[in-house]
C-alpha cells in the first residue's frame, strides 16, 4: 500500500482509539499524528530490506536522504525497492517490529497509539496482500 493510505488508515484508526478512550482534543490530536506517522514510518524497512537482501545500497541511502520525496512519489519508492520476496520479508520485519512496541508499551503513554497505528498498517498489509493476490 501507499504511504498516504497507510496514513489515513492508521490516523483514522488510532482517533478512532483515542476518541472511544474518552480523551481531550489535545490528546486526540497527538495521539493521532504519533499513530499515523508511526503507521507510515515503518515503511523505512523496505529500503532496509532491499539494501540488505538486494546489496542496493544506493538506492536506498537516496531515499533516506530524499524523504519527502519517498512521500510525495511513492510509486517510485514502492517500484525501486520491489523485489520478489518482499511481500514475505516485510511481513516478517512489520510483525517483529509489532512485537517490540508491544512489549514496550509500558515505558511511556505515547507507545500506545504508536502500537495501535502500526497494528492498523500491519493489518492493512495483511488484507491488501491478500485482495491482490501476493499472499495466496
Known sequence: MRPDEHAVISGFVVFIAAQLAGFDTPDVLLWTVAGTAAGVLIDVDHALLS???KGRVREGLYWFRHPVKAMTD??????????????????????????VIILLTG???????????VAAHVVADIVWDVHTGEIP
Request: no cysteine; hydrophobic share 60%.
Open 74 to 99: 511513492p510509486d517510485a519508492f514502492l517500484a525501486d525497492m520491489e523485489y520478489p520476496a518482499l511481500v514475505y520479508h516485510r511481513m516478517a520485519t512489520h510483525l517483529a517490529i509489532l512485537v
Open 51 to 53: 539494501m540488505v537482501v
Open 107 to 117: 515505558i511511556h503513554p505515547l507507545v500506545i497509539p504508536v502500537m495501535i497505528g
